[in-house]
Structures are given as structure tokens and as C-alpha cells.
T-cell receptor
Framework: EAGVTQFPSHSVIEKGQTVTLRCDPI?????LYWYRRVMGKEIKFLLH????????ESGMPNNRFLAERTGGTYSTLKVQPAELEDSGVYFCASSHDPVDTSTDTQYFGPGTRLTVL | AQSVTQLGSHVSVSEGALVLLRCNYS??????LFWYVQYPNQGLQLLLKYTSAATLVKGINGFEAEFKKSETSFHLTKPSAHMSDAAEYFCAVSRPTGANSKLTFGKGITLSVRP
């Protein structure tokens, strides 16, 4: 069974440009999460989808970030326009249980390393 | 609000020595607790989790952790380190409510294993 995949693995862009990150969860997983790790800091929650609906987006830093999950399968996270402080590693995770999500194991992808120059 | 403290950023042990990685949490409600490991160029992998059953939790690769409410701790241990254990380890906490499942992570700690 394929794990969580993320594309691209690395992205280097200039300040003001737009970048779109993609996450493909494990097949059949209704829950999809985005997290971010800024260098030297802890991994922080961004948002949580249940199927195509946003369950919790309390961690989204500002309106330059837009996450979508059309059709409840893969998800994209767009940053527009990118700022220097957006640099970091963006992780995606998925889990199966749509009811008791708090005990369900979240499976993480390898992350996308975003560098904004 | 919940938080996790992992003191220090780096631990070095000799191969065969005890591994002890500390994690303390703060939570207003009984928490669920997790340890994840990240090997180079890979995603985070769950080592073990505490979800209010037995307080001593056994995980993969010989790791275990004990939930101690009185100490608000969930330290990770392994009796004998292997070279393959070198990685970054993250402690995380979540709230035990069905739909509120976001993980709050500590800063992570890098384990080095000396031959």
C-alpha cells in the first residue's frame, strides 16, 4: 500500500511568487492534515480536512494560504504571495477513522521543503 | 491550550546503552500522547501512542514509554541503542475528543548513536 506522498520534495521560489504544494493521502483515508515546521521550531498544525470539508483551520497563518481538497482525495496548499517567513517544511498526514480521529494514527508524508528567497 | 516540552535538542549515546528521551506535557484535559520518529529523507513514523489504556506503552523497534500523570511526563526509553536508532524524535499531544485530533508537537530531539 502506498504511503502519503507529497510533491514537490523541494521548492525554491522568490518572495512574491506563488507556490502550490500537493499531498496524496493513503487511499481510503478521510482525514487529511497539513503541518509546517519552520527551521528550529516545532512542527505546527495548519488545518484538517474530513473528506472535502475543512474540519479545523485554526492553524492557518493568514489569508495568503489556501488549502483545498476537491473530491476528498488529494489536497493542495497554495501560498500566494509567498513571504520569507513561509520557508520551512510542509508535512501532510492522513488517517482513516472519520469518527474518533483523536486516537487514529496519522501517517505522515516526507514533506515539501519550501525556500522563499 | 496544550504544549509539549522536549528539553535539549540533541542526545548522544553509545551503541548498546540505554536511550532516554524526555517529554513533558501541559494539558487542561487528560491527553493522548504520541512519539514519532523521523529518519533522514522520510516522513514521521509513529513509534507508540498512549490513549488512556495501559500507562506503559510498548512500541516498535523496542521502544516504550510510560505515562505518568503526576509528573506530566511521557518519556521514551529503549534498553539498548542500535546504530539504526539515529534519527529525530518528536513527542506530541492531542485532545481526547473525537473530532479534535490535531497534534501539538515538541521541538524534537536528535538522537546520535556512537559505535
Amino acid at each position: 500500500e502506498a504511503g502519503v506522498t507529497q510533491f514537490p520534495s523541494h521548492s525554491v521560489i522568490e518572495k512574491g511568487q506563488t507556490v502550490t504544494l500537493r499531498c496524496d493521502p493513503i487511499s481510503g483515508h478521510d482525514n487529511l492534515y497539513w503541518y509546517r515546521r519552520v527551521m528550529g521550531k516545532e512542527i505546527k498544525f495548519l488545518l484538517h480536512f474530513v473528506k472535502e470539508s475543512k474540519q479545523d483551520e485554526s492553524g492557518m497563518p493568514n489569508n495568503r494560504f489556501l488549502a483545498e481538497r476537491t473530491g476528498g482525495t488529494y489536497s493542495t496548499l497554495k501560498v500566494q504571495p509567498a513571504e520569507l517567513e513561509d520557508s520551512g517544511v510542509y508535512f501532510c498526514a492522513s488517517s482513516h477513522d472519520p469518527v474518533d480521529t483523536s486516537t487514529d494514527t496519522q501517517y505522515f508524508g516526507p514533506g515539501t521543503r519550501l525556500t522563499v528567497l | 491550550a496544550q504544549s509539549v516540552t522536549q528539553l535539549g535538542s540533541h542526545v548522544s549515546v553509545s551503541e548498546g546503552a540505554l536511550v532516554l528521551l524526555r517529554c513533558n506535557y501541559s494539558s487542561s484535559v487528560p491527553p493522548y500522547l504520541f512519539w514519532y520518529v523521523q529518519y533522514p529523507n522520510q516522513g514521521l513514523q509513529l513509534l507508540l501512542k498512549y490513549t488512556s489504556a495501559a500507562t506503559l506503552v510498548k512500541g516498535i523497534n523496542g521502544f516504550e514509554a510510560e505515562f505518568k500523570k503526576s509528573e506530566t511526563s511521557f518519556h521514551l526509553t529503549k534498553p539498548s541503542a542500535h546504530m539504526s536508532d539515529a534519527a529525530e524524535y518528536f513527542c506530541a499531544v492531542s485532545r481526547p475528543t473525537g473530532a479534535n485530533s490535531k497534534l501539538t508537537f515538541g521541538k524534537g530531539i536528535t538522537l546520535s548513536v556512537r559505535p
